[in-house]
């Protein structure tokens, strides 16, 4: 199951981050679409924070960059822990594609399986 994580980021800092630092390697448009990306990098803290927190999230300088570019965080956050079990998770277990298997080789559509293995 994958594992999920919540970020809050202030988005006044964040854009007055990027009006400052405009020439960060981290940020890119892109010449397909024309849309600006941030390269951003996520990591779990060894120890939760004062208030919990136990994920932070900065600009991921391009590797000539990473010692002479400032660092700009973006945000901090927690590991998501559900309160009770999911009901619908994301992924089920292959049990549940047996319903497109039938043993007989034949599926719904009355089709046989004609593959040589």
Request: aromatic share 8%; with cysteine; charged share 25%.
């Amino acid at each position: 199951m994958p594992k999920l994580g919540t970020i809050s980021i202030c988005y006044t800092d964040l854009k007055n981050q990027l009006n400052a630092n405009q020439n960060h390697s981290s940020i890119t448009k892109s010449e397909r679409n024309g849309k600006i990306y941030l390269d951003c990098v996520i990591w779990e803290k060894d120890e939760p924070d004062q208030y919990n927190n136990d994920l932070s999230m900065q600009l991921n300088s391009k590797k000539e960059f990473k010692e002479s570019e400032a660092k700009i965080y973006l945000g901090n956050g927690r590991k998501y822990k559900p309160s009770a079990p999911m009901s619908n998770p994301p992924y089920r277990a292959p049990e549940a594609l047996n319903q497109y298997h039938k043993p007989n080789g034949a599926n719904d559509m009355g089709l046989g399986d004609d593959l040589p293995f």
